[in-house]
């Protein structure tokens, strides 16, 4: 595709409630990434994936998050029973690969996720 | 862990005026990235400065690094009301791969 995509680009739930978040990163990146992003902050790191494993989740805040990218393309990022801390933007950024010196990631636009 | 923080946090500036601002980092880098982000949504890359580097243009972006002062600018001339957004440097993390943001600078153009 064009660019990195992200759906939904709005979602709000209740606390408890389970959520997935879905990247479609551009054809032939190899390597993806997550962030999160509060009101007022930069984004900060979640989980990296090359190809379909995740090489470091070291970010994810706790076990009620998980993400996923099953045949290397699509990514899919899950929050079980939400929080309201969980309210931020969410966003999906590829790469053609993971070298961070030479790879630029490009970013999607983003899910802001509101949990109430 | 390592990552820039953006001088100033706000910045207002008319149309055709120079815009400036400033990102410090602690420790050592492999390159320093710049990213605007419009409307707190999706980020767009600006430019990437490698820490042999001490100067890099695109357009009307100019951006800085000064490794002994652990300190980078950047500079958009004649701005524009479209440059609006906030702006964020960029550190590679330890791993070699995840980006690292400062809180970003702010910049408001008016008409």
């Known amino acids: 595709g064009a660019g990195v995509s992200q759906t939904p680009s709005n979602k709000v739930t209740e606390k408890g409630k389970y959520v997935e978040l879905r990247c479609d990163p551009i054809s032939g990146h190899t390597a993806l990434y997550w962030y999160r992003q509060s009101l007022g902050q930069g984004p900060e790191f979640l989980i990296y994936f090359q190809g379909t494993g995740a090489a470091d989740d070291s970010g994810l805040p706790n076990d009620r998050f998980f993400a996923v990218r099953p045949e290397g393309s699509v990514s899919t990022l899950k929050i079980q029973r939400t929080e309201r801390g969980d309210s931020a933007v969410y966003l999906c950024?590829?790469?053609?690969?993971?070298?961070?010196?030479?790879?630029?990631?490009?970013f999607g636009p983003g899910t802001r996720l509101t949990v109430l | 862990s390592q990552q820039g923080e953006e001088d100033p946090q706000a910045l207002s500036i008319q149309e055709g005026e120079n815009a400036t601002m400033n990102c410090s980092y602690k420790?050592?880098?492999?390159?320093l990235q710049w990213y605007r982000q419009n409307s707190g949504r999706g980020l767009v890359h600006l430019i990437l400065i490698r820490s042999n580097e001490r100067e890099k243009h695109s357009g009307r972006l100019r951006v800085t690094l000064d490794t002994s002062k652990k300190s980078s600018s950047l500079l958009i001339t004649a701005s524009r009301a479209a440059d609006t957004a906030s702006y964020f440097c960029a550190i590679l993390s330890n791993s070699g791969y995840a980006l690292n943001f400062g809180k970003g600078t702010s910049l408001l153009v008016t008409p």
């Open positions: 420790t050592s880098i492999n390159n």
């Open positions: 950024a590829s790469s053609l690969g993971a070298s961070g010196s030479t790879d630029t990631q490009y």
